[in-house]
Each structure stands twice: as structure tokens, then as C-alpha cells.
């Protein structure tokens, strides 16, 4: 036990006199989460708009207005002519033009069909079809206040977004953030920390030392267990806080989830130092064979949903799927804890599985 | 008491070890000398259960390197090639950091270190990185030496280490070898062979010979010369094309000749003396005697 301890100890020795080290544990996951939060974001704002109006009615000026009033769009012309049309969607005047018909009010009120088209630069499609869906749910709701004012029986489609209303990317990427930053930090430095103590030599004298092998895989564990789980808080705390996520579910079932994938890292990691040789191989080994597949295939980024099947297939090997799956609907969807025990049953046997062969294939000689 | 029996090793194609065998015995300054890549470091690692030899056995107070492995690590002590200290660590923190590993403490086995711990106790609180090479020896040795073990095994200790601490060093190891400590220790250089009780030379994964140095010294089978004039690599040139030269190299000023005849021919402008055959001129000649074969 004495052993064990003055192990630990010199562990977080090398952490605390690192100053790399600690900046890439501590100030890593911040700065993740921020860049994420506020820089990264697949939500769309700021959508220039811009109008041909050939009407100039009631009806037009209020979508006009509410385009205008809107904090998502921005008016950019309101008089712009048919044929320009091309022109301001070229020069990047605007992202979307909204062209009105001729005699658009009277149409509606003879109840004819009044036309309003929408034409988007859909050169990124995913952002266009946004756009379009923003602009189109913004015209509906114009129309459905005549609806009420104006009894004529229509059908207007009520979407509500569950969960996230306004589509905000910070809800999908703080359970991914998570899922990434643990992975780096257990994985990754675990396997240098080992790897290096090979590369110096001092490998060799705790092996000729009586030292159970099992002490010097808890000594590398502990110190990276601990700082996984200070990381987990600060990016819970810097979620709630700063990027205002809701934390409906229970901490407690976060915490524990956590461990669960803390473990099934910390395993990899372990791995990954009895095949590396050197500090480079065992960052460019958890580099490739963990962050990204990590990044790519655990829906943090790309939906599993619309994967080949092929690549779903795999991505159900991928534990930061599980994990982020699971932090999800805790934390996102409020979800009460039986909702979850696929995602535990599957990380507990990963870790259990990971665990048990890094340690067999933890060698007691220098082979 | 190290015995090693018909050591072989292999990495891949490379034969590292070509059967390898010598006795150390117990209370002896045991020399494993030969140059870089002759398998000094991967017999180390066999010997001290890092790694198990292709076929051949090898037993350390009777104890089995492939099947006593646990047994044999509690009574080692062994300061790998690269002194494997935490460079980020303070001196004391390493001392205090192995005496735990190794289940006792500093306080229990302080007097064996004394000597040469005491000399780096002005730098406790200094870091290992920070410390000139014969110091992080010293610091290696008291690591090595911190639980008192039976045998201890040195792989290259004075490499990379000046002269004087080189110097201290061996009688430090002569103090050790007084409290009982078994000592093998291997080195490039041949003129610390004559520190040892015995030595054997190595080169090739082969051993060349094994004897005390007196004896190995005593066994050069010519006479040997000192040959020097205003040009040495010329002469060098004249030497080895000469018919009764039988050998000739370059040690220092001087170049080392050997005849085949009993004579030593006068040569002009040259100056050529008789010399004591030193332990490097005996591994030439093994070496080149068992190319020859």
C-alpha cells in the first residue's frame, strides 16, 4: 500500500511539474468547450435576406416586417427587381431572396393562389435548406395570424422542436466535447505516461523492482481518473453556466456514466502503451485509432443515423457513441436512468472486456 | 553467484548472443567488456529477467531468470545503461521513490549508501535533469544500491561520465565489493578492465575469453612492440606490407607491432621499443585469431 501510494505521488508529481501537461488537461477541455460553444456552431444566424417586391401591399409589407424584426435575418434589400435576382445572390448581398407576385394581397383575398418563392444559395445545402426552413416557418407564422383574423379553413403545419428549440448547437456538442476530452486525456496521456517511463529507461528498473505490475498500471490510472473527473465538472459547470445548456438529468447517473467511459479509456490507453515503443508512436497511434474515430463515427459530428450501414456497424464499436449518446439524454432529454441501460450495459462491458486484456497483455518483461 | 550457460538470442535476423556462457562468483568484481553492439546490454537484460534468451539458462544464486523471475528481482540491484532516474524529480525524491519501490527505506539501508549519496546531499532538492553525468551516476548507484541487494549489476555505468568521477567510481565499487555485493559490470573501455577480479571479453555475441586480467595479459602469445616515427600512418603503410610483420595497429602515438620472426628488424627514421601487452592488445588479438578461424 506504501508502494502504491509513493506511486501515485510521483505521478502527480510529473503532472504538476509539466506545465504542458497541465495546460493540456486543464486548459484543453475549456478551451474545447468555448470554441465549440461560440465559434463552432452549425446554428445558423444571420441570414441576409433580401426582397422583390412587385406587390407593395399589406400582406407583403407585414412579411416584410417580420423578416426585418426578425434577430436571425438581416434585411439587406427590400427593393431589388426580379432580374436582379441572380445579381445579389452572386455578389453575397444576400443568402436568400423572397420574391413576391404581382397583386399578392388581392389574389389571397379573391382566394386565388398567391405565389411566394424562395431562392437560396444553395451552395452549402445543409445551411440553405436551414435557411429556407427559418424563412419559411417565419412566413407561415405571418400567415397564421390572418389565419385566425380571416376564417379560411387552411392546414398550417405545427413543428415544434423537442428538446431544443432553437436548434442550438452547444446542446449537441457539450456531450461530444465530453466524450472527446475524457478519450484525450485518459487514452492518450496515460499511454505516454507509460510509454514514456520505456523511452527513459526507468521502465526497465520497475520491472527488475519487486513492484507488482498491477501498481504501476493503478499508479499511471489514478492521477488521470482524477483529473477525467475534475474535467467532467468544470465542463458541466462551464455548460450550465456559460453556454447556458440545460442540465435536466441527474448528475449523480452523469457522474457515474462518466466513470464507466473513464474506465474504458484509461483501458485503451493502457493498450495502446504495451504496442507503442516511443512517445511519438503512442500519440500518433491514439490519434488515429481513437480521436478520430472518436470525432467522426460517434455522431458528435455526422448523425449515426446517416451513415452507411457499414460505418453504423462500426460506429457501435466506437465507446465515445455510447457515452455521448447516454450524456445526451441525461443531460439534454432529462431522461430517467432506465432509459439508459443499453448505453451501460454495453460501456460497462466494454470497460470490463478492455480492462481485464490490457492488463493480461501488460508485460512483466521488457518484450 | 551469476551463471549464465549457452546463451542465445536473437532479434529477428540480427544474432545478438551466440551462445554466451561464463560463472561469476559470489564477493568478485565480474568485468563484461567488449565494444558497442558486441550484446552487453541484452545479456544485461537476460540476466537481470528483462527479457528471456532464446535457449540457454541462466541463474543468479541458483535462481531461475525464466521461472524464479519474482524471486530474483527482490535480490538485484541493476543500473541500466541510461541512468534511469526521473529527470523531473529531485535527487531526493528519486532515492526516496526506489527505496519504496523496493519495500524499505532510506533511513534502513543509509549507511551502505553513504559514501556516495553523501556527496550529492548539497543538491537533495535539485532535480535529476539538472545534474552533470557523474553526479546522476552517483545518484543511479544509490538508487540501485538503496535496498541492499546481493548482487549488483552495472550495464555501462562510466559511459558519458568524466574521468575523475570514472575514478571514484571504481573505488567505490571496490568498497561494495568488501560489504559482500556480487558485482557484474560492463564497460566499452578496456582500461577499466584491469579493476576487476576477472573479466570476460565479448565482441560478436561471442565471448573471447574469460580470466583475470593478469592472467588474460599473461597469455599474449608475442611480443609485442611500440613503433613510432614522424609519419605513423605512413609507416603503418610500410609495416603492414612488410613480410615478418604479423600484426600492426594504431593505439594512441604509438603504433603496436608484432613479428613473426624473433628479431626485430631495424628500420630507419623508426623508433620501436618492447611494451607490456595491455588488456585492448589481447581482445585485438583473440578477435582477429577467431576471425581467422
Known amino acids: ?367 | 553467484m551469476i551463471v549464465a550457460d549457452n546463451i542465445h538470442k536473437n532479434y529477428r535476423e540480427v544474432e545478438a548472443l551466440k551462445g554466451v556462457g561464463f560463472t561469476v562468483n559470489a564477493g568478485e568484481i565480474f568485468g563484461l567488456i567488449g565494444p558497442d553492439g558486441a550484446g552487453k546490454t541484452t545479456l544485461f537484460r537476460i540476466l537481470t529477467t528483462l527479457i528471456t534468451a532464446d535457449s540457454g539458462r541462466a541463474t543468479i544464486d541458483g535462481l531461475d531468470t525464466v521461472t524464479d523471475f519474482e524471486q530474483i528481482r527482490k535480490r538485484i540491484g541493476y543500473m541500466p545503461g541510461k541512468f534511469a532516474l526521473y529527470q523531473d524529480l529531485t535527487v531526493e525524491e528519486n532515492l526516496k521513490f526506489y527505496a519504496t519501490v523496493f519495500n524499505t527505506t532510506v533511513e534502513e539501508n543509509y549507511e551502505l549508501v553513504r559514501e556516495i549519496y553523501g556527496q550529492l546531499e548539497p543538491f537533495a532538492n535539485r532535480r535529476a535533469g539538472a545534474l552533470s553525468g557523474g553526479m546522476k551516476q552517483k545518484l543511479a548507484l544509490s538508487c540501485a544500491l538503496i535496498h541492499r541487494p546481493a548482487v549488483l549489476m552495472l550495464d555501462e555505468p562510466t559511459t558519458g561520465v568524466d574521468p575523475v568521477s570514472r575514478g571514484e567510481f571504481q573505488s567505490m565499487l571496490e568498497r561494495l565489493k568488501r560489504q559482500g555485493i556480487t558485482i557484474l559490470i560492463s564497460t566499452p573501455y578496456m582500461d577499466e578492465a584491469n579493476r576487476c577480479d576477472r573479466i570476460a571479453l565479448i565482441q560478436n555475441g561471442k565471448i573471447l575469453t574469460v580470466d583475470s586480467p593478469d592472467k588474460i595479459i599473461a597469455s599474449y602469445p608475442d611480443s609485442l612492440y611500440a613503433a613510432k616515427s614522424d609519419n605513423n600512418y605512413r609507416l603503418l603503410g610500410r609495416l603492414n606490407e612488410r613480410p615478418d610483420v604479423k600484426r600492426c595497429y594504431v593505439s594512441g602515438e604509438y603504433l603496436r607491432v608484432t613479428f613473426n620472426t624473433e628479431a626485430v628488424p631495424a628500420l630507419d627514421g623508426v623508433e620501436i621499443k618492447p611494451v607490456q601487452p595491455t588488456v585492448e592488445d589481447c581482445f585485438i588479438y583473440l578477435n582477429s585469431k577467431r576471425n581467422n578461424l
Not at chain 1, 427590400?78 to 443568402?95: M, Y
Open chain 1, 1 to 367: 500500500m506504501k508502494q502504491l501510494i509513493s506511486f501515485i505521488q510521483k505521478e502527480f508529481r510529473h503532472i504538476f511539474r509539466d506545465r504542458r501537461t497541465m495546460l493540456l488537461l486543464l486548459g484543453m477541455p475549456t478551451a474545447m468547450m468555448i470554441l465549440f460553444g461560440f465559434a463552432i456552431t452549425t446554428e445558423v444566424k444571420n441570414i441576409n435576406v433580401a426582397v422583390s417586391d412587385a406587390s407593395h401591399d399589406e400582406r407583403t409589407r407585414r412579411i416584410i416586417n417580420a423578416l426585418a424584426e426578425n434577430e436571425y435575418f438581416n434585411l439587406r434589400e427590400t427593393a431589388s427587381r426580379q432580374r436582379e435576382t441572380e445579381r445579389v445572390l452572386s455578389d453575397g448581398t444576400a443568402d436568400i431572396v423572397v420574391v413576391f407576385d404581382e397583386n399578392f394581397d388581392e389574389k389571397l383575398t379573391r382566394g386565388e393562389k398567391a405565389g411566394i418563392r424562395l431562392i437560396a444559395d444553395a451552395s452549402d445545402p445543409n445551411t440553405a435548406i436551414t435557411k429556407i426552413n427559418y424563412t419559411t416557418s417565419l412566413i407561415k407564422g405571418v400567415e397564421s395570424d390572418w389565419a385566425t383574423s380571416t376564417p379560411s379553413g387552411r392546414i398550417i403545419p405545427n413543428v415544434r422542436m423537442l428538446y431544443n428549440p432553437q436548434m442550438k448547437s452547444a446542446y449537441n456538442f457539450v456531450p461530444g466535447v465530453m466524450g472527446l476530452i475524457l478519450m484525450l486525456i485518459c487514452a492518450m496521456m496515460t499511454s505516454i505516461s507509460i510509454v514514456r517511463e520505456k523511452e527513459t529507461g526507468t521502465m526497465e528498473l520497475l520491472l527488475v523492482s519487486p513492484v507488482k505490475p498491477i501498481y504501476v498500471i493503478l499508479s499511471k490510472a489514478v492521477p488521470y481518473f482524477v483529473i477525467a473527473c475534475v474535467d467532467v465538472l468544470a465542463i458541466l459547470l462551464l455548460a450550465v453556466f456559460v453556454l447556458q445548456v440545460p442540465l435536466l438529468g441527474s448528475v449523480v447517473w452523469i457522474m457515474v456514466i462518466s466513470f464507466i467511459y473513464i474506465a474504458v479509456c484509461l483501458a485503451l490507453g493502457l493498450l495502446i502503451s504495451t504496442v507503442a515503443h516511443t512517445q511519438v508512436a503512442a500519440v500518433l497511434i491514439s490519434g488515429v485509432a481513437l480521436m478520430m474515430p472518436a470525432m467522426l463515427l460517434s455522431g458528435m459530428i455526422y448523425p449515426v443515423e446517416n451513415m452507411p450501414v457499414l460505418l453504423e456497424w462500426l460506429s457501435s464499436a466506437i465507446p465515445a457513441r455510447w457515452y455521448i449518446t447516454a450524456v445526451k439524454k441525461l443531460m439534454i432529454q432529462g431522461l430517467d436512468i432506465s432509459y439508459l441501460w443499453k448505453e451501460l450495459v454495453v460501456l460497462s462491458f466494454m470497460a470490463g472486456f478492455l480492462l481485464f486484456v490490457s492488463i493480461k497483455k501488460f508485460n512483466v518483461r521488457l518484450q
